[in-house]
């Protein structure tokens, strides 16, 4: 499967680009610097771009079968590049004809705001990231109006520990048994395995330890 995958230089988005070329998939790697990406294979791209160039955007998004959007702002809580970003990349797929979207954004959005604990829902999503808890709200609506193929990955928060697949998914927004952390490494394999796998299709899945 020819795959793009955008924020492809960031923490979750490099090591799901690494596990997309490990399972035989041609990727495009598409970031501001994505010659700061450590990898090299005969089959990757990598394309320099800004997510907000929609001409850049829709040029490079041709000819892929699937876009994995994996978009970060690093230490700004104020960005809202996740929202336009998004929107921008969805402009690009609908003109292209581009069907099969992966969205990453965060346990919490949404109904999922239940399985979040006082600590999350006051002090972090409540005050220190609330813009950009917002942000990744409005990235959800836009990806479930897009009337794409879509499937929307809410992990908790990340850590750096190994891909160990203990994780639980799918639950529902009144489960609470969780750690609330995950690994990215974790979470690069979750994304990575929407590629061919249609249990999700049309839905928003929360993942978590």
């Not at 005969?42 to 490079?60: F, M, S």
């Not at 969205?103 to 239940?114: D, I, M, P, V, Y």
Request: charge should be positive; include cysteine; aromatic fraction near 8%.
């Amino acid at each position: 499967m020819k795959v793009i995958v955008f924020g492809a230089t960031g923490t979750v988005g490099r090591l799901a680009t690494a596990q997309m070329l490990e399972a035989g998939h041609d990727v495009t790697a598409f970031a501001r610097h994505p010659e700061n990406l450590p990898l090299r294979s005969a089959h990757l791209t990598l394309a320099q771009g800004d997510a907000l160039d929609a001409a850049r955007v829709e040029e490079a998004v041709r000819g892929h079968d699937a876009v994995v959007i994996a978009l970060g702002a690093g230490a700004s809580r104020r960005s809202t590049i996740r929202s336009r970003g998004t929107l921008t990349i969805i402009r690009a797929m609908q003109a292209t004809g581009v069907r099969r979207l992966i969205c990453q954004s965060t346990l919490g959005a949404h109904e999922s705001w239940s399985n979040l604990n006082f600590f999350w829902k006051r002090i972090m999503f409540g005050l220190l990231l609330r813009p950009v808890f917002l942000d990744h709200e409005l990235q959800e609506q836009l990806v479930r109006a897009s009337g794409l193929n879509w499937t929307i990955v809410r992990p908790s928060a990340f850590t750096d520990g190994p891909a160990l697949s203990r994780y639980k998914e799918g639950f529902g927004p009144a489960f609470r048994k969780l750690s609330l952390k995950i690994s990215r490494a974790d979470v690069a394999g979750f994304l990575t395995r929407q590629l061919g796998d249609a249990t999700y299709l049309q839905r928003a899945v929360a993942i978590s330890d």
